[in-house]
C-alpha cells in the first residue's frame, strides 16, 4: 500500500522561505504526476503545483516565480520550495500522487491516485 508523507511545514515570517517534502512508502513502479495542493480556512482545496512524469510543470498563477517544483525519482519524492512567502499562503499543504501504478502486500498490481496527511504552513505578517 502507498502512503505519502509530508514534512517541512512551519511558521514563518512573510518574506520567508520554506521546503516542504513528500516521501513515498510502498512498492512503485511509475507516478503519472506529483502535485501540491493547499487547502485554506474555509476555502476549497486548490492546485498549487504539479510536475508530471514527462518533466512538465504548473503552477497556480498566485505562486509563480515564487515556488518551484522539483522530485527525487529513486525516492519517489516531490518537493516544493516556496519563497517570498505571504500571508495569504498560510494553508495546510497537501501532496498528491496521479496515476500511481504499485504492488500491494500479496504483489497484486494497483492503480490509484493518493493523498499526504498534510503540513501546516503559517506565514506571518
Known amino acids: 500500500q502507498v502512503q505519502l508523507a509530508e514534512s517541512g511545514g512551519g511558521l514563518v515570517q512573510a518574506g520567508g522561505s520554506l521546503r516542504l517534502s513528500c516521501a513515498a512508502s510502498?512498492?512503485?513502479?511509475?507516478?503519472?504526476?506529483r502535485d501540491w495542493y493547499r487547502q485554506a480556512p474555509g476555502k476549497d482545496r486548490e492546485l498549487v503545483a504539479s510536475?508530471?512524469?514527462?518533466?512538465?510543470?504548473n503552477f497556480a498563477d498566485s505562486v509563480k516565480g515564487r515556488f518551484t517544483i522539483s522530485r527525487d525519482n529513486a525516492k519517489n519524492s516531490v518537493y516544493l520550495q516556496m519563497n517570498s512567502l505571504k500571508p495569504e499562503d498560510t494553508a495546510v499543504y497537501y501532496c498528491?500522487?496521479?496515476?500511481?501504478?504499485?504492488?500491494?502486500?500479496?504483489?497484486?498490481?494497483?492503480?490509484?491516485?493518493?493523498w499526504g496527511q498534510g503540513t501546516q504552513v503559517t506565514v506571518s505578517s
Open positions: 510536475l508530471t512524469s514527462g518533466g512538465s510543470t
Open positions: 498528491h500522487y496521479g496515476g500511481v501504478i504499485s504492488w500491494s502486500a500479496d504483489r497484486r498490481t494497483l492503480a490509484g491516485d493518493y
Open positions: 510502498g512498492t512503485i513502479f511509475s507516478i503519472n504526476s
